[in-house]
């Protein structure tokens, strides 16, 4: 099938400004014919596109592949004049030798396949001229000749291609980079993967641009920047400039770090619902590209006009659909608001499914949601907004990815970078941490792992004491008999459960918080009841081991809706014989060998927090393509009483971009929050 006609179509409708891709799932979704084809696999599509992409040169695709710009005619031509150089074949070495190490244009323009792609074009030497200034990597016009550029001044090329204008504002990379950095310097390290070049080095980079006009180096030799900001009285912006602070401005008031941005609430209700410009160039990224630069407020406000999420009321910005639904602080409780954070004789708890990064990240996963959407950075910085606006003193997190080596510098190692951030914000440096048991030395070596975390304020608890559970060995040793069910649920069955034993600091108040993320074999009910009756079990024998009465707390990710067996089991106090029989015959079935006395029974007497307040649990706490429902609980035993918990968006909310994550909800779960009180 040639794709190409289609998907030249739809990528011509959905680009509005040069330098933009498309995501390839985006340009899927916009053709029947390619859906038929290609269903959701944009690496088929890719493979096809790429497989015609080196007869026709229609395309060119991001460092992801997943996603698509077309190549404009001159782009193509000035890569048909690198490919020839780069191949450097005989003929074209005899012409060097002969010119003194140039290259004629009228040669250049009439090998084979600048012939066929130039057949059309009356002045083909200009056009080419034209195109290698513009475009090429190997070659700068010399009079009615090509000089092939020495490899400094292909790197130097590359690294000024990277900082003009028209790219540097649109890359949200070097961006981000940049914005790390007090004076705006970037790691050359950084921009080796864009620099095509062999045996590259930071010291190689560092030498070649040391006579740029645009780019300068710090005195390690070790970091580069953009030498001048911009500087313009003119109320026209340069177009890239003028797009790069719509975007910011657009993606800002659009996604959820202004939802949960307080301090900007709080500007808005001091202007009557508006903002003024000069907050608003504030941001971190637009002070980036702003800061320095001489620019006049009309020419900001020029740029600002017709934007998506914003509109002008003269020096002021309005955010244009204020749907706060997006943003739950509504209390099923109309005595409190969880828009207010409070920290007294009561607390908050908060369970979190973030979503690790490598899970999101994979080629298979979520091709739904957009590159930015699934870009841990963004992600990241929207989990801590949340956090910081609701302010739990006790906060669990599910899927916290970490590494084997704690490491601040490792991006794999999200668990350090978290703890850090909640450090500034109030949370102790001693919380609590879980990673799923790995099942050998290999995958102990294939990088991040994930796990289990409680993390509470300073200012209300104090940590007592810790335990781990470990599912996998609990369980395996409960079926000594049988070598071939402790294989697989060591290999399998991975999960564990994290307990921190808390004390209030107003009250005195003992209190067992534990935090889990049951296996996701839905097929398998009876793993994940297994699964619950060690947790329930071993926060009762913790419990219990506490001198004095403690409140009891179990929350997170149970991977069940509210009609599965668990539910029911921390529910009510007995399942049915019936259920216990079915549990009993789909575990035979797959060959799997129960523990003998396996009661399925827990004898902690917890509720749930959302289903004692609101009369119900959430429509769903998890939203994906094919799935919405509620897998997220908060339990708590006697000595608690809940005053409150935490609205959750719809379900259609939830649902607007196929499911999450999205620009709002950097997760494919939403937080639960609930206040408590002790009895």
């Known amino acids: ?31 029947k014919l390619l859906e038929e084809n290609f269903g959701e696999d944009a690496e088929k599509l890719l493979d096809s596109l790429k497989e015609q992409n080196e007869h026709k040169r229609m395309f060119t695709f991001d460092e992801t592949n997943l996603e698509v710009k077309l190549l404009s005619f001159e782009e193509n031509v000035a890569r048909q004049v690198d ?8 003929k074209l070495k005899n012409v060097m030798d002969k010119c003194d190490g140039m290259i004629p244009i009228d040669f250049i323009a009439k090998f084979s396949k600048m012939n066929t ?30 000089r092939v550029l020495t490899k400094e001044e292909r790197i130097r090329k590359q690294v000024e291609e990277i900082f003009k204008d028209a790219n540097y504002f649109y890359d949200e990379e ?120 001489d620019i006049s407020e009309e020419a900001i406000l020029k740029a600002l006009e017709d934007c998506d999420n914003v509109e002008l009321e003269g020096e002021f910005l309005k955010q244009k659909h204020h749907d706060y639904s997006l943003r739950s602080t509504k209390s099923i409780n109309a005595d409190f608001s969880f828009d207010t954070p409070t920290h007294d004789d009561s607390f908050t708890v908060m369970t979190y499914n973030i979503l690790a990064d490598f899970l999101c990240s994979s080629e298979t996963g979520y091709v739904y949601a957009s590159k930015r959407s699934k870009k841990w950075e963004n992600r990241q910085r929207a989990v801590i907004a949340q956090i910081k606006y609701y302010e739990p003193d006790i906060l669990c997190l599910q899927e916290l990815q970490g590494t084997l080596n704690e490491n601040e510098d490792d991006p794999d ?78 290999k399998k069955y991975p999960q564990v459960a994290i307990i921190a034993h808390l004390r209030h600091k107003k009250t005195k108040h003992d209190l067992v918080i534990c935090t889990t993320h049951l296996s996701a074999n839905f097929r398998s009910a009876y793993i994940q009841l297994l699964q619950l009756q060690i947790c329930v079990d071993g926060l009762k024998e913790f419990v219990e081991s506490i001198t004095g009465k403690a409140a009891v707390l179990l929350c997170g990710d149970f991977n069940a809706t509210p009609d599965h067996p668990s539910y029911e089991m921390m529910s009510l106090p007995n399942l049915s014989k019936e259920k216990i029989e079915l549990l009993q015959k789909a575990a035979e079935k797959d060959k799997f060998f129960l523990p003998e006395n396996t009661s399925f029974k827990s004898e902690l007497h ?48 939830m649902k607007r971009n196929k499911g999450m994550p999205d620009p709002v909800f950097p997760s494919d779960h939403v937080p639960l929050l609930a206040h408590f009180e002790f009895n």
């Open 174 to 293: 070097i961006l981000e980079l940049s914005s790390q950095h007090e004076e705006r310097y970037i790691p050359i390290e950084e921009l080796l993967p864009n620099i095509k070049e062999e045996e590259l080095t930071v010291e190689t980079v560092a030498s070649s641009v040391k006579d740029s006009e645009l780019v300068e180096c710090d005195s390690t030799n070790t970091m580069i920047r953009k030498k001048t900001p911009l500087k313009t009285k003119s109320e026209k912006l340069p177009k890239p400039l003028e797009h790069r602070i719509k975007k910011i401005v657009d993606s800002y008031f659009g996604e959820g770090l202004y939802l949960y941005d307080r301090n900007m609430h709080n500007i808005e209700q001091k202007n009557n619902g508006k903002i003024p410009l000069k907050e608003v160039v504030e941001l971190p990224r637009l002070k980036l590209i702003l800061e320095g630069a």
């Open 83 to 90: 490919e020839f150089i780069e191949e450097m074949p005989e």
């Open 413 to 490: 190692d999200h668990r350090t970078h978290i703890a850090k951030e909640l450090a500034q914000i109030g949370y102790s440096e001693s919380f609590v941490y879980c990673r799923k048991m790995l099942h050998d030395v290999q995958e102990q070596k294939r990088g991040p792992d994930i796990g289990n975390a409680i993390f509470f304020r300073e200012e209300s608890f104090e940590l007592v004491q810790k335990k781990e559970i470990l599912f996998a060995q609990e369980l395996s040793a409960k079926c000594a008999n049988d070598e071939k069910t402790q294989k697989q649920i060591e």
């Open 117 to 146: 792609l130039l057949a059309k074009v009356e002045d083909r030497e200009k056009l080419v001229s034209d195109c290698v200034k513009e475009y090429s990597r190997f070659a700068e016009l010399d009079d009615k000749n090509l």
């Open 1 to 31: 099938m040639d794709v190409a006609p289609s998907v030249t179509k739809i990528v011509k409708e959905l680009t509005d400004e040069e330098n933009e891709f498309i995501p390839l799932d985006v340009v899927i979704d916009r053709s």
């Open 606 to 653: 917890m509720k749930s927090a959302y289903k004692e307040v609101a009369g119900q649990e959430p429509t769903a706490s998890h939203v994906v393509s094919d799935f919405y429902g509620t897998l997220d609980y908060v339990w708590y035993g006697e000595s608690l009483k809940p005053i409150a918990v935490l609205e959750t968006p719809t379900t259609e909310v």
